[in-house]
């Protein structure tokens, strides 16, 4: 028998992340030293009290069986504390709060929850890939928003055609912003949430990096006035607690919303691991100065390597707001950045992702994450500066 798979597999796009993976894969059983800034995933471990909460919750024998569908209360209950203490927003723990297995789960769900087929979905571009998986399983349409950088990377909704608002009923927004890290105050929820309210959309704001904003602690969307009325925050674990392993998230938001999330999750999944939830419990009410000290680590780290960029290669990048990313700019010699980042690779053998996974915007741009130790930075201009790039011409063009 031919196995057909469904029509839905055939139209998702390539899992970009998993080919550059593997190319890396391939290097590294030939011996090769690869120096990856290429992943978002955070090099630091877990904070210790948080790894000991679930060693001590495994023992606990009331985890080992079916847990509570959607979550056990204790869990929700330190997200609500949580977002009073970080944001001083309130969310009712019962009913404004659900789990999720992982951020990029979150958006697979809310999408489902939120979408018809042919609805519209407006997205940034550039803009976190992956919102296009769950757009394209619910068999939605896709229409992108310029991300500008003469706007500080925010949307423009007044450019946004009629026509296309009609049909647009759901809008990702993402500050601290992937790839370009960019950030958004409350006045831009605002208007964002105001202009969601008056169009009939639905917003997601994604709030992966909501710990790393380097000259003020970011603002939530939820401190919008209608952010409740129109949509929810999606918050993950993974790079505030350097959790990325462990599959946490959370949504926080609009009553109804939630109300769907945690009817489709009881038609998917039984919960997760009392332990996990417990540890992320854990995360939650531990100290800020864990959060606080890696936001600086990121901080120094960027600072060293645009710097050091400058200096040595006469590569300038211009330092972002938030995140733990760098967004540069490609040498004029290089048509994309598939064709420079895949010629990192070979030549430099230093792994960076290419702007264009994020968009047609990024074809002339790289990202570069933060997630190794000055000694691997340096190692990583000093390997590109052998190559002898020119990168002194792109001031004279875009800056
Ligand atoms: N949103 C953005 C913008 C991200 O960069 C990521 C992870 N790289 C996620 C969501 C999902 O994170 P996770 O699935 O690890 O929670």
């Not at 679930?54 to 080992?64: Q, T």
């Not at 969601?196 to 969307?221: M, R, T, V």
């Amino acid at each position: 028998m031919e196995i057909i798979p469904s029509d839905v597999i055939k139209t998702l796009p390539k899992q970009e992340f998993s080919l550059v993976f593997q190319k890396v894969k391939e290097l590294e059983k030939k011996g090769a030293r690869i120096i990856n800034l290429g992943q978002g995933n955070p090099d630091l471990p877990t904070p210790p009290h948080i790894v000991q909460s679930l060693r001590e919750a495994a023992l606990n024998p009331s985890y080992h069986g079916y847990g509570p569908f959607r979550g056990y209360p204790f869990l929700k209950e330190a997200i609500a504390e949580f977002y009073e203490r970080e944001y001083g927003v309130s969310v009712n723990p019962e009913t404004e709060v659900a789990l999720f297995g992982g951020g990029k789960a979150g958006l697979y769900v809310l999408t489902q929850c939120l979408l018809n087929p042919g609805d519209i979905a407006l997205v940034p571009n550039p803009g976190y890939p992956e919102y296009l998986s769950g757009i394209t399983m619910a068999r939605a349409e896709l229409h992108e928003m310029p991300l500008h950088p003469e706007n500080g990377y925010l949307p423009d909704f007044e450019q946004i055609d009629p026509a296309v608002l009609k049909k647009a009923k759901l809008m990702f927004l993402n500050y601290p912003n992937n790839p370009t890290g960019a950030t958004a105050d409350q006045a831009f929820y605002e208007k964002a949430a105001a202009f969601a309210k008056k169009h009939d959309i639905h917003l997601i704001h994604d709030f992966a990096y909501g710990a790393f904003e380097f000259d003020q602690n970011p603002a939530s969307f939820l401190q919008a006035k209608e952010a409740k009325t129109v949509g929810a925050e999606l918050y993950s674990f993974s790079k505030t607690f350097n959790m990325a392993g462990w599959r946490m998230a959370f949504a926080v938001g609009n009553e109804k919303i939630i109300q769907a999330v945690n009817k489709f999750q009881d038609h998917v999944f039984v919960g997760m691991f009392g332990g996990l939830q417990q540890a992320a419990a854990a995360a939650l009410s531990g100290s800020p100065e864990h959060t606080e000290r890696l936001k600086r680590t990121y901080q120094e780290r960027i600072d060293f390597f645009t710097d050091l960029c400058e200096m040595e290669l006469g590569w300038s990048i211009e330092k972002p707001k938030g995140t733990f990313y760098v967004w540069a700019e490609i040498p004029n010699e290089f048509e994309s950045s598939h064709q420079f980042s895949d010629y990192l690779l070979e030549h430099a053998h230093v792994v960076v992702t290419p702007g264009e996974i994020f968009g047609s915007r990024g074809k002339r741009y790289v990202r570069i994450s933060m997630v190794a130790k000055q000694g691997d930075l340096r190692e990583f201009v000093l390997r590109i500066q052998k190559l002898g790039l020119s990168f002194a011409s792109l001031q004279e063009t875009s800056r």
